[in-house]
């Protein structure tokens, strides 16, 4: 079982930035696909970037494509998400997620479905 960490969420303004951070252990040494997501009251929870742990292109989710970027540092089994221009409507609690053995794909990361290890969250709240 892998456990994943987040952090670095919290409240900022419109136009401001953060950067969140996911720590994995347990089995990190097997992690395949790592993914953030992301799910505001009332809504379906988003995926909105995947990246092969090994390495390669990361994949995004249209609605932040320009503002996230989405990194991760195998050395220290962290992801990251820093993400950019935030707005009031990326209000919401961000989560990571991370496979074990499966590749992102070019849509694969984006199920919530495809994921069994999560973590607790970090809430994130822009303020207009």
């Known amino acids: 079982q892998v456990q994943l960490v987040e952090s670095g969420g919290g409240s900022v303004q419109a136009g401001e930035s953060l950067r969140l951070s996911c720590a994995a252990s347990g089995y990190s040494s097997t992690l395949s696909c790592m993914a953030w997501f992301r799910q505001a009251p009332g809504k379906q929870r988003e995926g909105l970037a995947g990246?092969?742990?090994?390495?390669?292109?990361?994949a995004y989710a249209d609605s932040i494509k320009g503002r996230f970027t989405i990194s991760r540092d195998s050395g220290s089994n962290t992801v990251y998400l820093q993400m950019t221009s935030l707005k009031p409507d990326d209000t919401a609690m961000y989560y990571c997620?991370?496979?074990?053995?499966?590749?992102?794909?070019?849509?694969?990361?984006?199920?919530?479905?495809?994921?069994?290890?999560w973590g607790q969250g970090t809430q994130v709240t822009v303020s207009s």
């Open positions: 997620a991370a496979d074990t053995w499966r590749r992102c794909g070019s849509r694969w990361w984006s199920n919530q479905d495809n994921f069994v290890n």
């Open positions: 990246i092969e742990y090994s390495g390669g292109t990361p």
